[in-house]
């Protein structure tokens, strides 16, 4: 990879400055050749160290061939290993214009650089040791995030926060396969000997803290990737009224006539820093209206394919066979229940929503607080995760509904910071879940007594996968896939 790469590193529009950016041990010669230094034009003072200390430099990217100005720029030049890829670097910031970044790109591929494929930057960085796999894939999380959360996630995983973890069970293992290695190898020799009984007891610990791990990854995926809440009700019950609350905004259809909300209606949103997708669907009813039936399927493939619903009922009125025919449609996905129009007189009480609720054989069991802010949001184990009154009309509950949204992302917990790895990506998540099965397996084995040896292997084979999350047993198909999802210029 000695081959000097160049691309426009920023995106391609209107702005300021627009910046291109050159890597590779060729970099200052082609910087050298198209930029020239101050108003003059006079090109760099042979084996003068025009670019000492890193320092930006005023001037003009002019054609050498025609000695036509092309912009006027700032210009660094970065001598390696300490750049972002490990290479010589160089920037030339031009103005913030498709024209002027395109001719001074083709400016420096003309002199000498090839135009960098999508995310070759950072690949570089991982090949030349500046990064490990986890730590690039954090840069794409980087550049792609929409919400705080899921910014601060990413930084902390570029930090090494997760590659830290993923490196002390990786020691942890390399201690265990010498030990095993050892009496395999020397069984009669002074070495420590290892029981299975304490094989088993390492392994199990071992295994506990990948599963630890692990289990971030339900809040990870949803950090990066999104929530996916689907608003889900009988018409009439104040759903788009909801999601209006929700987006702060009037974009959805607020009427008196039933079921006008025919098309699904999604917004992306931050909210309290997590993102997340509301889906307003079509009232769900019975109905014959080949036109509503469109609407009524959509919404059953939108809660098929949700993480959480929204199941709205009106607490002004009774239960009915309507609120029963949406729950049959939610099954047994996981949902919050919300008791909407909750200024009417005729309320419907918890007491009457978990009966009815039981009723259909949706359980309720486990009720608990939320903790001291508890204001009617109430976590279940099993059926509705809460319960949260909202009186659109009177604007009440909606922090109560985002409360119990933030708690089931954060399942229960405060939302990680400092140290805390997340697991956030689907790749990472796969792995150790891989790692914990070969891990599983050696535990097994080792706890029937059976010989060390078979538990070896399982041991290796977790070893190595944990080795692909940070990519130092990655081969090159799995490395190439990764970049291949960067951006031109990352
Ligand atoms: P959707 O069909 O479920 O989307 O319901 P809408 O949001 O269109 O609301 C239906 C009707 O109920 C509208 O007239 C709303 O003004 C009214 N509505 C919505 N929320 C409340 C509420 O909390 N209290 C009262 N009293 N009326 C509400």
């Known amino acids: 990879m000695s081959d000097t790469v160049a691309a426009i590193s920023t995106p391609l529009g209107e702005g300021g400055i627009?910046?291109?950016?050159?890597?590779?041990?060729?970099?200052?010669?082609?910087?050298?050749?198209?930029?020239?230094?101050?108003?003059?034009?006079?090109?760099?003072?042979?084996?003068?160290?025009?670019?000492?200390?890193?320092?930006?430099?005023?001037?003009?990217?002019?054609?050498?061939?025609?000695?036509?100005?092309?912009?006027?720029?700032?210009a660094v030049?970065?001598?390696?290993?300490?750049?972002?890829?490990?290479?010589?670097?160089?920037?030339?910031?031009?103005?913030?214009?498709?024209?002027?970044?395109?001719?001074?790109?083709?400016?420096?591929?003309?002199?000498?650089?090839?135009?960098?494929?999508?995310?070759?930057?950072?690949?570089?960085?991982?090949?030349?040791?500046?990064?490990?796999?986890?730590?690039?894939?954090?840069?794409?999380?980087?550049i792609r995030a929409k919400t705080d959360t899921t910014f601060d996630a990413a930084i902390r995983q570029l930090d090494g926060s997760l590659s830290r973890r993923v490196k002390n069970l990786r020691d942890r293992l390399t201690d265990l396969l010498a030990l095993v290695a050892a009496n395999l190898d020397y069984p009669e020799e002074d070495v420590e000997t290892l029981a299975p009984r304490d094989l088993a007891e390492h392994l199990s610990s071992i295994s506990d803290e990948i599963e630890k791990l692990n289990a971030t990854s339900h809040t990870g995926r949803i950090v990066r990737?999104?929530?996916?809440?689907?608003?889900?009700?009988?018409?009439?019950?104040?759903?788009?009224?909801?999601?209006?609350?929700?987006?702060?905004?009037?974009?959805?259809?607020?009427?008196?006539?039933?079921?006008?909300?025919?098309?699904?209606?999604?917004?992306?949103?931050?909210l309290r820093g997590i993102p997340i997708r509301f889906v307003d669907t079509a009232g769900i009813r019975e109905t014959e209206d080949p036109v509503e039936l469109l609407?009524?399927?959509?919404?059953?493939?939108?809660?098929?394919?949700?993480?959480?619903?929204?199941?709205?009922?009106?607490?002004?009125?009774?239960?009915?066979e309507a609120d029963?025919?949406?729950?049959?449609?939610?099954?047994?996905?996981r949902f919050i229940a919300v008791l909407n129009k909750d200024d009417l007189p005729a309320r419907v009480r918890e007491e009457e929503l978990l009966a009815w609720l039981a009723s259909f054989g949706v359980g309720s069991a486990g009720l608990r607080d939320l903790g001291p802010s508890d204001a009617g949001a109430r976590d279940l184990a099993e059926g509705p995760i809460a319960v949260v009154r909202t009186s659109m009309k009177e604007g009440r509950g909606i922090s109560d509904l985002e409360d119990a949204l933030e708690s089931f992302v954060f399942q229960g917990g405060a939302p990680p910071s400092g140290e805390s790895a997340l697991v956030t990506n689907v790749r990472h998540a796969d792995l150790l879940e891989k790692s914990l099965s070969e891990i599983g397996d050696g535990l097994a084995a080792a706890r029937r007594g059976e010989a060390i040896d078979l538990v070896e292997i399982g041991l290796r084979r977790a070893w190595e996968l944990l080795g692909e999350i940070t990519g130092e047993t990655a081969g090159a198909d799995i490395v190439e896939e990764v970049f291949a999802r960067f951006c031109l210029g990352k």
């Open 295 to 320: 609407g009524v399927a959509a919404s059953g493939d939108a809660i098929a394919r949700s993480d959480l619903i929204l199941f709205v009922l009106d607490a002004g009125r009774p239960l009915d």
């Open 324 to 333: 029963s025919h949406v729950l049959s449609h939610i099954g047994d996905r």
């Open 77 to 142: 030049f970065m001598k390696g290993p300490r750049t972002y890829t490990g290479e010589d670097t160089a920037e030339i910031h031009c103005h913030g214009s498709a024209a002027a970044l395109r001719r001074v790109l083709t400016l420096t591929l003309r002199e000498g650089a090839r135009l960098a494929e999508a995310g070759e930057f950072t690949k570089r960085a991982f090949l030349n040791g500046r990064l490990d796999l986890a730590q690039a894939e954090a840069v794409i999380d980087l």
């Open 18 to 74: 627009g910046v291109i950016r050159i890597s590779g041990a060729g970099s200052r010669a082609v910087l050298e050749r198209v930029f020239r230094p101050g108003k003059g034009g006079a090109a760099l003072r042979e084996g003068a160290d025009d670019f000492s200390g890193r320092r930006m430099r005023y001037g003009r990217v002019v054609d050498p061939e025609s000695g036509d100005t092309l912009d006027e720029v700032l």
């Open 225 to 270: 990737e999104g929530l996916r809440a689907v608003i889900a009700g009988k018409p009439n019950v104040g759903k788009s009224s909801l999601l209006n609350a929700l987006l702060r905004e009037s974009r959805a259809i607020v009427t008196d006539v039933p079921g006008t909300t025919r098309d699904l209606i999604e917004e992306g949103v931050s």
